[in-house]
Every structure is written in structure tokens, then in C-alpha cells.
């Protein structure tokens, strides 16, 4: 496990083991450590969640915490941006550094608003002009983690 990897990749009580592979998989890419937050939809050893993230899960570098404050323990100096449908900025407008902490909410109720709420401005959005209410969980991780990747590579 990195000590300081390039950036920490929350999920926030996920449902679906493949959108969690997936994300797992983005990470090892990355060289980004995946964090879950319990309760998790699905058991960490669901078939589903290995066949997504293929051969790559023994090489990821990631951690389950119980419940959001179990989480905050782990990152008493990090900043956290929050990737919600309702942030007022788009994601490409943060400024990210090395070792932030990017914050996903689950496929069916993203993050709750009470989190939100508490830091607005660390709030950022994915822009979709097109019909949909949101990206997959997967497709959403891969948007904004490599957007920070591409920032953090010209510091």
C-alpha cells in the first residue's frame, strides 16, 4: 500500500459490485487508493466485483471503513471534493493537488445532504447537456479522477 498515493477515490455506500470493480480497476491505473464506506450492497467477495476489476484487483490498493466518520478518521488534513448532480461548479474548475480526496455517493441516492450541505463549495458537478439524470458510478469515477490526474501531472 502507497503511503501517499496520487489521489483517495471514495465510495460512498456502494450498491453494485461491478461498478465497484470498475472503479477499482480506474484506481489501479491511477495509482489511486479506493476507499468503500459500509454498508456496502453487495459482499467484497461477489464474483461480480473481481470480474469487473479483472486481473487488476490484486494489485489495488484500497480499504472498507463502517460509516462515514470511520472514513473522516483516516483523513484529519485532506481536502474532500464532493461529486453530486447538485454542485453548483463543474468538476474541471476545482483545482486538485496530490493526495485529495474525491467523494462518490451511491448509485441510488448519491450523497446525503446533510454532507453537502456542510461543505457547498468543495460541491462539483459532471456536466450532462444531454437527457440523462447522471452518469454511471463507474463512468463518473473515471471523469473526475482523471480530470485530477490531468491537473496534478502539470504541477
Avoid at 473522516?72 to 464532493?82: C, E, G, N, S, V
Avoid at 458537478?125 to 454511471?136: K, Q
Wanted: hydrophobic letters at 40%; charged letters at 20%; proline letters at 8%.
Amino acid at each position: 500500500m502507497d503511503a501517499h498515493p496520487l489521489l483517495h477515490i471514495v465510495l460512498y455506500e456502494p450498491e453494485i459490485p461491478q461498478n465497484t470493480g470498475n472503479a477499482g480497476r480506474t484506481c489501479v491505473a491511477l495509482g489511486a487508493r479506493l476507499w468503500l464506506v459500509r454498508p456496502l450492497g453487495f459482499r467484497l467477495d461477489a464474483p461480480q466485483l473481481r470480474r469487473a476489476g479483472l486481473d487488476y484487483w490484486e494489485h489495488l490498493d484500497w480499504q472498507a471503513v463502517d460509516g462515514w466518520s470511520g472514513l473522516l478518521t483516516q483523513f484529519p488534513a485532506h481536502r474532500f471534493w464532493y461529486f453530486t448532480k447538485c454542485g453548483q461548479r463543474p468538476h474541471w474548475e476545482a483545482e486538485y493537488q496530490r493526495g485529495d480526496v474525491l467523494v462518490f455517493g451511491s448509485e441510488t441516492r448519491g450523497l446525503p445532504t446533510s454532507m453537502l450541505d456542510s461543505q457547498p463549495e468543495r460541491c462539483l458537478r459532471i456536466p450532462m447537456p444531454g437527457p440523462v439524470r447522471s452518469l454511471n458510478l463507474a463512468a463518473a469515477v473515471a471523469v473526475g479522477a482523471y480530470e485530477a490526474f490531468r491537473q496534478i501531472q502539470r504541477e
